[in-house]
C-alpha cells in the first residue's frame, strides 16, 4: 500500500494546476482510490483498497470557511489556477472564501468534487488523463 511519503514525492512535481492531471495518474499507480483535502487547515486523508487509509496532517494555520458557498466562484478560481495565476496555498484560501469545505479527489471516476460546510457538493470537475 502506498504512505504519505510516496503521495507527498508525487505532489512535490506539482507546479500549477495545469499539472495536476499527472498527478492523479501517478498516486492512482500507487493504489490510491481517493482523497479528501480538508480546506480549512490542510489537511489530507487517503483511501486505498480494503479499507486502508493513511492521513497528513495540518499545513497552515486554520482558516475560516464560508458559511455562504457559491459555485461560480469556486469555479471562477480554478480556471484561475489551472491557468497558473495562483499559487496552491493561495488557491486554498481562495477556496475558503468561496465556502469550499473539502474536495475530493477520486481516482476511479477521475472527478475531483468541491463540497460545502453541509456536504452539498458545489462543482464537480472531469480529471484529464494527462501525460503519464
Given at each position: 500500500?502506498?504512505?504519505?511519503?510516496?503521495?507527498?514525492?508525487?505532489?512535490?512535481?506539482?507546479?500549477?494546476?495545469?499539472?495536476?492531471p499527472?498527478?492523479?495518474?501517478?498516486?492512482?499507480?500507487?493504489?490510491?482510490?481517493?482523497?479528501?483535502?480538508?480546506?480549512?487547515?490542510?489537511?489530507?486523508?487517503?483511501?486505498?483498497?480494503?479499507?486502508?487509509?493513511?492521513?497528513?496532517?495540518?499545513?497552515?494555520?486554520?482558516?475560516?470557511?464560508?458559511?455562504?458557498?457559491?459555485?461560480?466562484?469556486?469555479?471562477?478560481?480554478?480556471?484561475?489556477?489551472?491557468?497558473?495565476?495562483?499559487?496552491?496555498?493561495?488557491?486554498?484560501?481562495?477556496?475558503?472564501?468561496?465556502?469550499?469545505?473539502?474536495?475530493?479527489?477520486?481516482?476511479?471516476?477521475?472527478?475531483?468534487?468541491?463540497?460545502?460546510?453541509?456536504?452539498?457538493p458545489?462543482?464537480?470537475?472531469?480529471?484529464?488523463?494527462?501525460?503519464?
Amino acid at each position: 500500500m502506498f504512505t504519505v511519503e510516496q503521495i507527498k514525492a508525487a505532489h512535490k512535481k506539482v507546479k500549477s494546476g495545469a499539472d495536476f492531471p499527472n498527478y492523479v495518474q501517478e498516486i492512482k499507480a500507487l493504489g490510491l482510490v481517493k482523497y479528501e483535502y480538508l480546506v480549512a487547515d490542510g489537511r489530507t486523508i487517503y483511501y486505498g483498497d480494503d479499507n486502508f487509509t493513511t492521513e497528513a496532517p495540518s499545513i497552515y494555520p486554520e482558516k475560516r470557511i464560508n458559511p455562504i458557498s457559491s459555485a461560480s466562484t469556486i469555479e471562477q478560481v480554478i480556471r484561475e489556477h489551472q491557468q497558473g495565476k495562483s499559487d496552491f496555498l493561495t488557491f486554498c484560501q481562495l477556496a475558503a472564501d468561496a465556502g469550499v469545505h473539502h474536495w475530493e479527489v477520486n481516482t476511479q471516476t477521475m472527478l475531483c468534487t468541491y463540497v460545502d460546510s453541509d456536504n452539498k457538493p458545489m462543482l464537480a470537475e472531469p480529471i484529464p488523463q494527462g501525460n503519464y
